[in-house]
């Protein structure tokens, strides 16, 4: 069987990382790199690599070096937001090239952007290309994982999704995507631009809606700081006593006055008991936990490479993880 | 949208069951129910169902009716094994008609079967339909459920499952199945045959090696009893102290002298604390468990009602839960 050709577009902590996977797998072959970044053109993908190594791969800036590299499929890394990939995913899928995307806003694509939605769609479908969004969360561990879960029951009347992340372990821009090290004012300035913590929890609610057909007329979130009751020190900044540490963000699918999808996400820097758990109220009930939780980096870079022969093998268009065969690893 | 049709076909417990889920589901229409027992037919569906009611539906024993009930998709729960299902699966995907089987060996339908495999392959792709075998145990507990948890890990070096069910929480079938109440010599003469116990605990160590691409050598089980310590009471039967309780089987897929998959199976009467273990070994590890275990007899008809929109949306052929859009609840 002929490897799976693969180039890796956007080349932040988590598209290195699933460069590094996608380089070293088996069954895929990474013929090519690009990032918009001028600064990263020209060295040596493996530069980024950790460890570094040499991959004779350069680093491209111009998106038009797909017409040479010729990938089966495109590993999209770039940002959280539709609007800001929306020409990027156009350009590569007007080629023919698969995606799979880790923008968050992807994961339900028409949700809060139904006209980029559909000119994807269509310009997936012209060019006989695949787009997919995915993730760790969102993409499974408060969505997707309570879809497959749901698979032993029936009728589903509650969906409840715990996620405790102790942020300390985590990459820098990780840590201060949730504000580790902020004062309450500044954290206030931050959350009110609404590009700030989690992105995707929206999305997560209306896919767990829309999966189980839920009926929601709401769909709401709140996002709080959780504030440090010690001294805590990670590997790249300090957080003092009282100061923010992370965040506690919650999301709610309700239809009037009941709360039908709850998704409650902490990040913090000290987090106790990391874990992800699903609980289903159906018939039977379902009470699933991931001890130790869902290792957030090196699970999303995975679960990057681990679509890519699903998305490979659908029919073309803008998909959800909800209309593609499960990702799945490789055995060493 | 237009509703599915479904015909069930065969009307032991798990299709009875699998019946009155369909009936009752929204986006479903159950139109028509067919079992071989001369016994059965003429009555109302409705009067296997817990509790009795009338459906209007008249159970037909000849497979002939589906020219008449034109149904998308049958529900097919007739027996474990490939070569007594075969002529029925034949009869209805050269129809155009989607099948979801609760047969055990189709859950990897090559494997002990490679030619019954490509004649229904092929009937099913000249038909137009498409033909899925699935379950709770196989085809989720112990195997999809390691396959999906994978999706957040990389390079998979070892798998485990392990399944606690307290037998005598189950129907009788199930508990007669797993030997309760028999005598050790009792349970080596059934043993011999060959069909006794858990069914399908090869095709789920088949199915992680293929999906993770694990090179086994091997895929062997062993089957071994569980002896009462003390008098224990079901619903339906007794068993002695000293008596069988019930089984353990572990199937192992190894290469060499390495066990590369390691599945653990306990069912017998008063087995302590009911769960679902998932552990794999890889970049990072994966630790998941399904608290008080995935309740078996509701759960295998809920999974096979779960499955029939993603069978009705597949291309045509026989197909494995890999190939398909992961199964899904609906909510009440």
Redesign the interface.
């Known amino acids: 069987m002929s490897k799976l050709r693969v180039v890796s577009f956007g080349l932040g902590p988590i598209g290195v990382r699933a460069a590094q ?1 996608a380089h ?1 797998r088996r ?1 895929l072959e990474l013929v090519g790199a690009i990032d918009v970044d001028p600064a990263k053109a020209g060295k040596d993908l493996g530069d980024l690599f950790q460890p570094a190594t040499k991959t004779g791969i350069t680093i491209e800036a111009d998106i038009g070096a797909l017409d040479r590299l010729r990938p089966d499929v495109v590993v999209h890394c770039t940002s959280s937001f539709m609007p800001v990939v929306e020409q990027q995913v156009l350009d590569i899928c007007r080629r023919g090239i698969d995606i799979v995307s880790s923008t968050e806003e992807l994961l339900v694509p028409d949700l809060q952007h139904p006209s980029i939605a559909a000119s994807i769609d269509q310009a997936a479908k012209a060019g006989g290309a695949t787009v997919l969004g995915t993730g ?1 969360n969102p993409g ?2 408060m969505d997707f ?1 309570a ?11 509650h969906v409840r999704c715990v996620r405790v992340v102790d942020a300390g372990t985590r990459r820098l821009p990780l840590q201060q995507k949730v504000g580790a090290g902020m004062t309450t004012d500044e954290f206030e300035a931050k959350r009110a631009t609404g590009r700030f913590g989690h992105i995707g929890m929206r999305e997560s609610v209306a896919l767990v809606a829309r ?5 929601i007329d709401r769909n709401e979130q709140s996002l709080e700081p959780v504030l440090a009751t010690e001294e805590r020190k990670t590997p790249f900044l300090t957080v003092s006593k009282g100061a923010v540490a992370g965040i506690r963000n919650i999301g709610r699918g309700s239809l009037g006055s009941r709360v ?1 999808i709850e998704l409650d996400l902490s990040m913090y820097v000290g987090a106790p008991d990391p874990r992800d758990e699903v609980h ?1 109220r ?11 939780g ?2 957030g980096d ?2 999303t ?3 990057l ?3 890519i022969a699903q998305v490979a093998a659908a029919s073309p268009g803008l998909k959800t993880v ?11």
Chains 1, 2 share one sequence.
């Open positions: 996977l070293a069954n760790v499974f561990a994982m879809v497959v879960a749901s698979a032993v029951t029936y009728s589903v009347q999966a189980l057909g839920f009926e039908l289903l159906g018939d039977p009930d379902v009470d699933l936990i991931f001890q130790g869902i290792a090196s699970a870079a995975a679960i490479i681990n679509s909800l209309d593609v065969a499960p990702p799945r690893s490789t055995a060493v």
